[in-house]
Protein backbone atom coordinates (compact mmCIF):
# COMPACT_ATOMS: atom_id res chain seq x y z
CA UNK A 1 0.00 0.00 0.00
CA UNK A 2 0.84 3.52 -0.71
CA UNK A 3 1.89 5.80 2.28
CA UNK A 4 2.37 9.17 2.65
CA UNK A 5 3.21 10.42 6.30
CA UNK A 6 3.52 13.98 7.90
CA UNK A 7 5.28 14.69 10.25
CA UNK A 8 2.59 15.92 12.95
CA UNK A 9 -0.61 15.56 13.34
CA UNK A 10 -1.66 18.66 15.52
CA UNK A 11 0.61 21.59 15.74
CA UNK A 12 0.68 25.16 17.36
CA UNK A 13 3.02 27.94 16.97
CA UNK A 14 3.39 32.04 17.70
CA UNK A 15 3.06 34.30 14.73
CA UNK A 16 6.40 35.23 13.53
CA UNK A 17 7.57 31.75 13.70
CA UNK A 18 9.47 30.11 10.97
CA UNK A 19 7.22 26.45 11.07
CA UNK A 20 8.13 23.59 8.77
CA UNK A 21 6.02 20.55 7.85
CA UNK A 22 7.29 17.30 6.33
CA UNK A 23 5.84 14.73 3.99
CA UNK A 24 7.50 11.53 3.25
CA UNK A 25 6.29 9.13 0.64
CA UNK A 26 7.60 5.34 0.51
CA UNK A 27 6.24 4.56 -3.22
CA UNK A 28 8.60 6.29 -5.45
CA UNK A 29 6.28 8.81 -6.43
CA UNK A 30 7.65 11.48 -8.90
CA UNK A 31 5.02 14.36 -7.72
CA UNK A 32 4.47 15.51 -4.42
CA UNK A 33 2.05 18.43 -3.34
CA UNK A 34 1.31 21.04 -0.82
CA UNK A 35 -2.59 22.05 -0.12
CA UNK A 36 -4.25 23.40 2.60
CA UNK A 37 -8.24 22.95 3.46
CA UNK A 38 -10.15 25.44 5.13
CA UNK A 39 -13.76 24.81 5.21
CA UNK A 40 -16.13 26.33 2.26
CA UNK A 41 -12.76 26.81 0.33
CA UNK A 42 -11.82 23.54 -0.45
CA UNK A 43 -8.64 22.32 -1.35
CA UNK A 44 -6.11 24.61 -2.41
CA UNK A 45 -3.17 23.96 -4.11
CA UNK A 46 0.17 25.90 -2.11
CA UNK A 47 3.62 24.25 -4.19
CA UNK A 48 3.68 20.82 -5.83
CA UNK A 49 7.19 19.40 -6.85
CA UNK A 50 7.64 17.16 -9.99
CA UNK A 51 11.24 15.96 -9.55
CA UNK A 52 13.78 16.36 -6.70
CA UNK A 53 14.64 20.01 -6.65
CA UNK A 54 12.02 21.12 -8.75
CA UNK A 55 8.92 22.63 -7.80
CA UNK A 56 6.32 25.39 -9.13
CA UNK A 57 4.01 27.85 -7.16
CA UNK A 58 0.18 26.58 -6.65
CA UNK A 59 -2.72 28.95 -6.32
CA UNK A 60 -1.71 30.35 -3.13
CA UNK A 61 2.12 30.38 -2.40
CA UNK A 62 2.28 33.52 -0.62
CA UNK A 63 3.78 33.10 2.30
CA UNK A 64 5.19 29.56 2.16
CA UNK A 65 8.28 27.82 0.54
CA UNK A 66 9.11 24.35 0.09
CA UNK A 67 12.24 22.09 -0.61
CA UNK A 68 12.15 18.66 -1.99
CA UNK A 69 15.94 17.31 -1.72
CA UNK A 70 14.98 13.63 -2.18
CA UNK A 71 12.85 11.99 -3.98
CA UNK A 72 10.54 11.07 -1.06
CA UNK A 73 10.50 14.40 1.36
CA UNK A 74 8.27 17.28 0.40
CA UNK A 75 9.19 20.15 2.97
CA UNK A 76 6.97 22.77 3.51
CA UNK A 77 7.73 25.66 4.96
CA UNK A 78 6.17 28.77 6.61
CA UNK A 79 8.88 31.58 6.74
CA UNK A 80 6.86 33.79 9.83
CA UNK A 81 3.84 31.76 10.81
CA UNK A 82 0.75 34.48 10.45
CA UNK A 83 -2.86 33.59 11.89
CA UNK A 84 -4.44 33.20 8.58
CA UNK A 85 -1.93 30.43 8.14
CA UNK A 86 -4.14 28.74 10.79
CA UNK A 87 -5.50 25.50 8.38
CA UNK A 88 -5.40 22.02 7.93
CA UNK A 89 -2.04 21.15 5.81
CA UNK A 90 -2.60 17.99 3.43
CA UNK A 91 0.21 16.34 1.35
CA UNK A 92 -0.15 14.13 -1.63
CA UNK A 93 1.62 12.26 -3.63
CA UNK A 94 1.38 10.63 -7.23
CA UNK A 95 3.07 9.02 -10.23
CA UNK A 96 4.45 11.62 -12.88
CA UNK A 97 5.02 9.34 -15.56
CA UNK A 98 2.27 9.55 -19.13
CA UNK A 99 0.24 6.92 -19.18
CA UNK A 100 -0.39 6.10 -15.62
CA UNK A 101 -3.95 7.13 -14.02
CA UNK A 102 -1.68 9.12 -11.86
CA UNK A 103 -4.45 9.47 -9.08
CA UNK A 104 -3.25 10.98 -5.87
CA UNK A 105 -2.33 9.68 -2.37
CA UNK A 106 -3.01 11.58 0.56
CA UNK A 107 -1.55 11.94 3.92
CA UNK A 108 -3.80 12.36 7.17
CA UNK A 109 -3.29 15.99 7.34
CA UNK A 110 -1.37 18.71 9.77
CA UNK A 111 -3.82 20.83 11.62
CA UNK A 112 -1.94 23.74 12.46
CA UNK A 113 -2.87 26.74 14.65
CA UNK A 114 -1.22 29.84 15.03
CA UNK A 115 -1.39 32.18 17.51
CA UNK B 1 -10.14 29.62 -16.50
CA UNK B 2 -9.79 25.87 -14.70
CA UNK B 3 -13.18 24.98 -12.72
CA UNK B 4 -14.66 21.94 -10.93
CA UNK B 5 -18.34 22.26 -9.67
CA UNK B 6 -20.31 19.78 -7.55
CA UNK B 7 -23.53 19.99 -6.64
CA UNK B 8 -25.06 19.47 -3.41
CA UNK B 9 -22.97 21.46 -1.47
CA UNK B 10 -24.73 19.61 1.20
CA UNK B 11 -26.83 16.30 1.24
CA UNK B 12 -29.01 14.84 3.85
CA UNK B 13 -30.88 11.81 2.61
CA UNK B 14 -32.58 8.74 4.53
CA UNK B 15 -30.74 5.05 4.78
CA UNK B 16 -31.84 2.61 1.65
CA UNK B 17 -32.55 6.42 -0.56
CA UNK B 18 -30.76 6.69 -4.03
CA UNK B 19 -28.84 9.92 -5.32
CA UNK B 20 -26.84 11.49 -7.16
CA UNK B 21 -23.77 13.91 -6.80
CA UNK B 22 -22.99 15.85 -9.73
CA UNK B 23 -19.47 16.67 -11.05
CA UNK B 24 -19.55 19.76 -13.83
CA UNK B 25 -15.80 20.70 -15.06
CA UNK B 26 -15.19 23.81 -17.27
CA UNK B 27 -12.70 22.50 -19.80
CA UNK B 28 -11.60 19.19 -21.46
CA UNK B 29 -10.12 16.68 -18.92
CA UNK B 30 -8.24 13.84 -19.16
CA UNK B 31 -8.88 12.34 -15.88
CA UNK B 32 -11.60 12.63 -13.18
CA UNK B 33 -11.25 11.59 -9.49
CA UNK B 34 -13.56 10.93 -6.85
CA UNK B 35 -12.01 10.96 -3.34
CA UNK B 36 -13.80 10.59 0.19
CA UNK B 37 -13.25 12.32 3.16
CA UNK B 38 -14.28 11.47 6.53
CA UNK B 39 -14.72 14.04 9.53
CA UNK B 40 -11.06 14.98 10.38
CA UNK B 41 -9.14 12.67 8.31
CA UNK B 42 -7.29 12.40 5.23
CA UNK B 43 -9.06 11.90 1.62
CA UNK B 44 -9.18 8.57 0.51
CA UNK B 45 -9.13 8.12 -3.96
CA UNK B 46 -12.21 6.14 -4.67
CA UNK B 47 -12.62 6.18 -8.58
CA UNK B 48 -10.37 7.53 -11.59
CA UNK B 49 -12.25 7.62 -14.55
CA UNK B 50 -9.98 7.89 -17.69
CA UNK B 51 -12.36 8.18 -20.26
CA UNK B 52 -14.90 8.86 -22.25
CA UNK B 53 -18.49 6.35 -20.93
CA UNK B 54 -15.96 5.35 -18.42
CA UNK B 55 -18.37 3.68 -15.65
CA UNK B 56 -16.62 2.30 -12.37
CA UNK B 57 -18.17 0.98 -9.34
CA UNK B 58 -17.35 -0.59 -5.49
CA UNK B 59 -20.62 -1.09 -3.31
CA UNK B 60 -23.05 1.13 -2.93
CA UNK B 61 -20.98 3.58 -5.01
CA UNK B 62 -20.97 4.57 -8.84
CA UNK B 63 -19.10 6.75 -10.74
CA UNK B 64 -19.29 7.50 -14.66
CA UNK B 65 -17.67 10.11 -16.73
CA UNK B 66 -19.44 11.71 -20.02
CA UNK B 67 -16.82 14.21 -21.31
CA UNK B 68 -19.10 15.62 -23.62
CA UNK B 69 -21.04 17.05 -21.60
CA UNK B 70 -18.07 18.02 -18.82
CA UNK B 71 -19.79 15.95 -16.44
CA UNK B 72 -19.12 13.22 -14.01
CA UNK B 73 -21.45 11.39 -11.25
CA UNK B 74 -21.39 10.03 -8.80
CA UNK B 75 -24.44 7.62 -7.58
CA UNK B 76 -25.41 6.33 -4.37
CA UNK B 77 -27.45 3.22 -3.88
CA UNK B 78 -29.76 2.20 -0.88
CA UNK B 79 -27.50 4.34 1.03
CA UNK B 80 -26.04 3.26 4.54
CA UNK B 81 -24.87 5.44 7.36
CA UNK B 82 -21.23 4.40 7.10
CA UNK B 83 -21.13 6.27 3.62
CA UNK B 84 -21.73 9.97 5.43
CA UNK B 85 -18.29 11.76 4.20
CA UNK B 86 -17.26 14.28 2.83
CA UNK B 87 -17.09 13.52 -1.38
CA UNK B 88 -14.96 15.63 -3.62
CA UNK B 89 -14.47 15.14 -7.37
CA UNK B 90 -10.80 16.48 -9.07
CA UNK B 91 -9.46 16.49 -12.58
CA UNK B 92 -6.63 16.92 -14.69
CA UNK B 93 -5.05 18.09 -18.20
CA UNK B 94 -2.32 16.17 -19.81
CA UNK B 95 0.50 18.49 -19.65
CA UNK B 96 0.04 19.91 -16.36
CA UNK B 97 0.33 17.90 -13.01
CA UNK B 98 -2.14 20.36 -11.50
CA UNK B 99 -5.23 18.72 -9.91
CA UNK B 100 -8.34 21.04 -9.55
CA UNK B 101 -10.78 20.20 -7.07
CA UNK B 102 -14.44 20.78 -6.29
CA UNK B 103 -15.68 22.39 -3.03
CA UNK B 104 -16.98 19.18 -1.86
CA UNK B 105 -20.24 18.07 -1.04
CA UNK B 106 -21.10 17.18 2.90
CA UNK B 107 -23.34 13.82 2.61
CA UNK B 108 -25.29 12.88 5.88
CA UNK B 109 -27.00 9.30 5.65
CA UNK B 110 -29.48 9.43 8.34
CA UNK B 111 -30.66 6.23 10.15
Known amino acids: DVKVTQSSRYLVKRTGEKVFLECVQD?????MFWYRQDPGLGLRLIYF???????EKGDIPEGYSVSREKKERFSLILESASTNQTSMYLC??????????????FGPGTRLTVL | ELKVEQNPLFLSMQEGKNYTIYCNYS?????LYWYRQDPGKSLESLFV?????AVKQEGRLMASLDTKARLSTLHITAAVHDLSATYFC???????????FGTGTRLKVLA
Open chain 1, 92 to 105: ASSFGRQGFYNEQF
Open chain 1, 27 to 31: MDHEN
Open chain 1, 49 to 55: SYDVKMK
Open chain 2, 27 to 31: TTSDR
Open chain 2, 49 to 53: LLSNG
Open chain 2, 90 to 100: ARTTSGTYKYI
